[in-house]
């Protein structure tokens, strides 16, 4: 009935306006001065308002879109359409009625009639349209596939869970029956939402699941924190009962949701927490109208960068990179998306000092984020050379390009692995910290740096493995059950970098308030559940040992240093952080430079841990083992 009902074309709708144009003018008449009275009186008003109403109602319905509406959709907007439509047409065709009576057009008009007419037109037009809906409902409730329906319960009782509820109400052929929200609102206990009460708080979840016949949870609270994810996940896993939840904000924003879009929880919504809000005023006032320019923007973050810059109406954005095909599929997306935004494709490498200075002088951009770096921590214990001169000496090259074309602000990404560092990688990155503090203390630029933990979701993150190896039927390769990491979503990370992006005088290094760091067996037992399997039984867990240049846990705060509040409640400035600066640097670079190009990897890791801060390099053993996953 719902398909048969969609089909109803406007033609059809139209045909039946013009029968309940006459039925209501004919009832106008009839209800004002009776019927037998109708014809030998009043036939000539009749026929004038007849014709009146056959031409001008139709154009304003018309005109106010109610023959370019799909009615089985029907809500209140539609409502107030209606009301609007037939106020407007009715009073056109009663004004010139008067108009034609008062002249002498005719003779006899009940001026009852006028308004009979509005009423009557208001409840056949409105109702024409509601009962296709009504139809289709029906319709689609009738529909449900032989066997015993799902039980549901819905934890939110808000306008997601209402929309669950809508739909499955909607969708009987999906043979999925609501029996009751949870919601932690006092004001909603023991209220109903379209007949499905609400029964408890979410903390009453075992409890209902042990009392009722739950076949199904569903999570309706797309902006839940991790905690209340986690809980659910947990009591419905203990108790057997497979769990879905709504899609994220933003794909409720796209206007995609609806009940075949729920899907299985991901690991990325258990590890969510309240988002990082951005201050608006202090990010537009810092890249509205700038030209802005991104360094490995074919990367993650990159491309995050690049995308969430555009928001905010830069004059462009000029993405630059190593790699052609990264940088090609960043532009389509990002064109595609931002049509309005000019992007400019740059292939470089920032360790090619004159392309770099070359690009910088031609684009001239104002706001610069450096993110191009080699990050994996295996792969750079065995390519020292490499780490150096493209996280080292890449970052000097843009940082000194940024200061010849006049860069306004620059933001270095970096990592908690920067933070007493155990492995070459973090060493590097905490020289790209020393040159960009130590340039903008003498330059009095405002360049700060941006460190964070691990990202999930980036290219060669842990998650996209462990799901490989998941999908491989295991095993799942960590290399020590207590290893712990800092985690963050690539949205995440790329709010605080425009924060500080706009919070920083210069000389700054920014830091998250990330929480708790997490262990990375729960997060691979946590996936391999999600999946439909066990731990051990169906999806083997193996460890490998750590790996060189590893610790159990990062740093994100250096215990001896005072970390300052900024405007923002989750970033926090530290303005003292332990730097080689000066003369010492200077001589620190060149003697790098010289033994990076003498491919002196030994001596390279000697010198990393005389100049870097906490340094323990040559504590850890180089290895060629990189297959493992943290």
């Not at 949870?217 to 996940?233: D, E, K, M, N």
């Not at 964070?452 to 999908?471: D, E, T």
Request: glycine content about 8%.
């Amino acid at each position: 009935m719902k398909s048969w009902a969609a089909r109803v074309r406007n033609r059809y709708i139209l045909l039946t306006d013009l029968v309940c144009i006459v039925i209501s003018v004919w009832a106008s008449f009839a209800l004002a001065v009776g019927w037998k009275a109708v014809l030998p009186t009043y036939a000539p008003a009749v026929l004038w308002m007849l014709g009146l109403a056959l031409l001008i109602k139709p154009l304003v319905y018309y005109a106010f879109g109610l023959y370019r509406r799909l009615w089985i959709y029907a809500s209140m907007a539609e409502v107030k359409v209606i009301t609007g439509a037939v106020t407007l047409a009715s009073f056109i065709v009663g004004a010139i009625m008067l108009v034609l009576f008062y002249s002498g057009a005719f003779k006899g008009l009940p001026r009852s009639a006028i308004g009979i007419d509005w009423l009557v037109s208001l409840f056949l037009v409105g109702g024409a349209r509601f009962m296709l809906r009504l139809l289709a409902e029906t319709g689609g409730s009738a529909a449900a596939r032989p066997g015993a329906a799902r039980q549901v319960l819905i934890v939110g009782a808000g306008d997601a869970g209402a929309l669950v509820v809508r739909e499955l109400q909607k969708n009987r052929q999906m043979n999925l029956v609501p029996v009751g929200f949870l919601d932690d609102d006092p004001a909603k206990q023991r209220q109903q939402i379209y007949g499905v009460p609400v029964i408890g708080s979410i903390s009453d979840l075992a409890a209902v699941l042990d009392r009722e016949a739950v076949d199904e949870v569903i999570i309706a609270i797309p902006s839940a924190p991790g905690g209340v994810l986690r809980t659910v996940s947990d009591v419905c896993r203990l108790n057997g009962v497979p769990f879905r939840t709504m899609p994220g904000i933003y794909e409720l924003i796209d206007g995609r949701v609806n009940v075949s879009r729920l899907r299985e929880v991901q690991i990325t919504d258990l590890l969510r927490r309240a988002p990082v809000q951005i201050q608006d005023e202090l990010v537009s006032a810092a890249l509205a109208g700038r030209r802005i320019l991104v360094t490995g923007a074919g990367g993650s973050i990159g491309r995050e960068i690049s995308r969430q810059v555009a928001r905010w109406n830069p004059s462009g954005v000029i993405l630059l990179g190593h790699g052609e095909n990264s940088i090609f599929e960043a532009l389509l997306e990002l064109r595609n998306d931002f049509p309005s935004v000019p992007f400019e494709p740059v292939i470089a490498d920032v360790r090619d000092v004159a392309r770099l200075q070359s690009v910088f002088r031609e684009h001239e951009p104002q706001v610069v984020f450096h993110t191009a770096a080699h990050k994996h921590v295996p792969l750079m214990e065995i390519n020292v050379e490499e780490a150096v001169s493209n996280n080292v000496f890449g970052t000097q090259n843009t940082v000194n390009a940024a200061l010849g074309a006049g860069v306004e602000r620059l933001v270095l990404i970096s990592t908690d692995k920067a933070v007493r560092p155990a492995n070459v990688y973090g060493a590097t990155k905490r020289m790209a910290e020393m040159i960009v503090l130590d340039t903008a203390r003498r330059s009095g630029r405002a360049f700060t740096v941006v460190r964070f933990g691990n990202v999930l979701g980036s290219r060669g993150s842990v998650i996209p493995l462990f799901k490989q190896q998941i999908a491989r039927g295991g095993p799942v390769l960590i290399t020590h059950p207590d290893m712990r990491r800092y985690f963050m979503t690539i949205p995440e990370a790329v709010h605080l970098v425009l924060q500080a992006a706009s919070m920083g005088r210069g000389g700054e290094a920014f830091l998250l308030n990330m929480g708790e760091q997490l262990r990375i067996l729960d997060l691979a037992e946590d996936l391999i559940r999600l999946s439909g399997l066990e731990p051990g039984r169906d999806v083997e867990i193996v460890f490998t040992g750590i790996r060189p240049g590893e610790k159990l846990s990062e740093e994100l705060w250096e215990q001896d240093k005072i970390y300052e509040k900024t405007a923002h409640p989750d970033i926090f400035r530290s303005t003292a952080e332990d730097v080689v600066a000066g003369e010492t640097l200077q001589r620190a670079l060149t003697d790098l430079a010289t033994l990076a190009q003498a491919s002196r990897a030994d001596d390279i890791i000697t010198l990393l841990d005389q100049i870097v801060p906490g340094a323990a390099i040559r504590e850890n053993p180089t290895s060629t083992d990189v297959t493992s996953v943290v």
